[in-house]
């Protein structure tokens, strides 16, 4: 998930100050149950240590919103601006991204005093900031809600290394999230299913309206057609996924693309990446068996592509999807409410759960142009080499997503709450 500034504030019924300090809480409350140890562990380059979410995404409004808009504000540390800055070259050098958990200084209640000393400068500045600043507000919001997501699965991730297989905290959700009986099957491999929605044919819109915030990535809004096509109303979950694994889905290699199959052969891949043996996966609950009902979660690009292959169908273009997903609510659905051991569940509807793999690679849309300054660097630069997911995870603080939202990934990536809708061909 990459950041860029498009100059409009989102519509909310609370005030932008209200939302900027609930966000800022939100990930307090994330952060509390993790000791300075579990704080500093970086799993693998791509992903962050869970101190470094916290300390950047107050380093984005120390940076862009106190120390540009505020005059006489005197930063935290002088030093945390070399540390905490992430992609911004325009910022100047930083810390090297795979050696973010070498960082055993500045200790986790260091950084959680770094977050209060902004906390109070933003709650100071707020009434008298100009415009320009308060747009940046708006965006820094947005910002710390996709490093929220990110401080989940990288936790989970870093507990994943660990044998002794630690419980992020002892915060379960509701009995709701507890496993069902009895799995809905249907998809499987003729891509059956009683629940599929015929698509919009002909000439639709996409993109993000002009009336509320967005990435700029999801700009223009504009045209494109859609051919005949049809949409599975559930996502493909992990009874359906056992059968693809039992079939030999994973030693076939005409399901695959090359690079998939490349990858599947050198890295051994086998399962998606936290199932265990025993019919177990590894959750921030701890050990779990594995629900047959819930979405399968944690699946890169590659394996949706061969499960959709496998069972006779394909995966939806990202302008299907949005279409799909037009009318629906996006608050809706399992996503994050607070610091909690989330993990997808069965039943939920269109947003919620798992971010969707489409077959669409992460291009500019037609007119797309990057916003001035540092905090246009994020989302332009990066469109190569990913994909475009959809909808919204457990994860995903309520409220932060949308139809028109384009998350991307490298088509390996598979440490986010991934998983898949089928679609195919009318």
Same mark, same amino acid.
């Given at each position: 998930?990459?950041?860029?500034?498009?100059?409009?504030?989102?519509?909310?019924?609370?005030?932008?100050?209200?939302?900027?300090?609930?966000?800022?809480?939100?990930?307090?409350?994330?952060?509390?149950?993790?000791?300075?140890?579990?704080?500093?562990?970086?799993?693998?380059?791509?992903?962050?240590?869970?101190?470094?979410?916290?300390?950047?995404?107050?380093?984005?409004?120390?940076?862009?919103?106190?120390?540009?808009?505020?005059?006489?504000?005197?930063?935290?540390?002088?030093?945390?601006?070399?540390?905490? @800055?992430?992609?911004?070259?325009?910022?100047?050098?930083?810390?090297?991204?795979?050696?973010?958990?070498?960082?055993?200084?500045?200790?986790?209640?260091?950084?959680?005093?770094?977050?209060?000393?902004?906390?109070?400068?933003?709650?100071?500045?707020?009434?008298?900031?100009?415009?320009?600043?308060?747009?940046?507000?708006?965006?820094?919001?947005?910002?710390?809600?996709?490093?929220?997501?990110?401080?989940?699965?990288?936790?989970?991730?870093?507990?994943?290394?660990?044998?002794?297989?630690?419980?992020?905290?002892?915060?379960?959700?509701?009995?709701?999230?507890?496993?069902?009986?009895?799995?809905?099957?249907?998809?499987?491999?003729?891509?059956?299913?009683?629940?599929?929605?015929?698509?919009?044919?002909?000439?639709?819109?996409?993109?993000?309206?002009?009336?509320?915030?967005?990435?700029?990535?999801?700009?223009?809004?504009?045209?494109?057609?859609?051919?005949?096509?049809?949409?599975?109303?559930?996502?493909?979950? @992990?009874?359906?996924?056992?059968?693809?694994?039992?079939?030999?889905?994973?030693?076939?290699?005409?399901?695959?693309?090359?690079?998939?199959?490349?990858?599947?052969?050198?890295?051994?891949?086998?399962?998606?990446?936290?199932?265990?043996?025993?019919?177990?996966?590894?959750?921030?609950?701890?050990?779990?068996?594995?629900?047959?009902?819930?979405?399968?979660?944690?699946?890169?690009?590659?394996?949706?592509?061969?499960?959709?292959?496998?069972?006779?169908?394909?995966?939806?273009?990202?302008?299907?999807?949005?279409?799909?997903?037009?009318?629906?609510?996006?608050?809706?659905?399992?996503?994050?409410?607070?610091?909690?051991?989330?993990?997808?569940?069965?039943?939920?509807?269109?947003?919620?759960?798992?971010?969707?793999?489409?077959?669409?690679?992460?291009?500019?849309?037609?007119?797309?142009?990057?916003?001035?300054?540092?905090?246009?660097?994020?989302?332009?630069?990066?469109?190569?080499?990913?994909?475009?997911?959809?909808?919204?995870?457990?994860?995903?603080?309520?409220?932060?997503?949308?139809?028109?939202?384009?998350?991307?990934?490298?088509?390996?990536?598979?440490?986010?709450?991934?998983?898949?809708?089928?679609?195919?061909?009318?």
């Amino acid at each position: 998930m990459k950041l860029a500034l498009d100059h409009r504030p989102a519509n909310s019924g609370s005030s932008l100050g209200e939302r900027l300090f609930a966000t800022r809480q939100l990930s307090r409350d994330l952060g509390a149950p993790l000791t300075d140890a579990d704080s500093t562990i970086q799993p693998f380059p791509d992903a962050s240590p869970a101190k470094w979410h916290l300390a950047h995404t107050t380093w984005f409004f120390e940076t862009f919103v106190l120390r540009d808009h505020v005059p006489g504000y005197r930063p935290f540390d002088e030093r945390f601006a070399y540390l905490f @800055n992430s992609y911004y070259e325009t910022e100047g050098v930083r810390h090297a991204r795979p050696k973010r958990g070498m960082l055993s200084r500045p200790a986790l209640d260091e950084v959680r005093e770094y977050r209060s000393h902004v906390d109070e400068a933003l709650s100071t500045a707020l009434p008298s900031l100009p415009s320009a600043a308060l747009e940046l507000v708006e965006l820094g919001i947005h910002h710390e809600q996709q490093h929220q997501e990110l401080f989940l699965t990288d936790i989970l991730a870093t507990f994943a290394e660990n044998p002794l297989e630690p419980i992020y905290c002892h915060c379960e959700e509701p009995k709701a999230t507890q496993q069902s009986s009895r799995p809905d099957t249907g998809l499987l491999r003729s891509a059956r299913n009683d629940g599929w929605a015929s698509g919009v044919e002909g000439i639709v819109e996409i993109g993000a309206p002009a009336d509320s915030f967005a990435f700029d990535a999801e700009r223009p809004r504009h045209r494109t057609f859609l051919g005949p096509h049809a949409i599975a109303g559930r996502r493909v979950i @992990n009874a359906e996924w056992r059968e693809f694994i039992a079939d030999g889905g994973y030693r076939t290699p005409t399901l695959w693309l090359s690079d998939g199959w490349a990858w599947v052969q050198r890295e051994n891949i086998a399962a998606p990446l936290y199932w265990r043996e025993e019919e177990t996966e590894f959750t921030l609950a701890g050990r779990r068996s594995i629900d047959r009902a819930a979405p399968v979660a944690h699946v890169s690009h590659y394996e949706a592509d061969a499960f959709a292959r496998w069972a006779g169908a394909r995966l939806p273009t990202e302008a299907e999807w949005e279409s799909f997903a037009s009318s629906a609510d996006p608050s809706a659905g399992h996503q994050l409410d607070e610091a909690a051991a989330v993990m997808p569940r069965p039943g939920g509807g269109i947003f919620g759960d798992v971010w969707e793999w489409t077959q669409s690679a992460f291009t500019p849309y037609p007119g797309f142009a990057t916003a001035e300054g540092a905090v246009g660097e994020y989302n332009g630069k990066f469109m190569s080499g990913q994909m475009v997911l959809k909808g919204a995870s457990c994860a995903t603080p309520r409220g932060h997503s949308r139809a028109s939202y384009r998350n991307f990934f490298p088509p390996h990536a598979r440490w986010q709450f991934t998983g898949l809708r089928l679609a195919r061909d009318a």
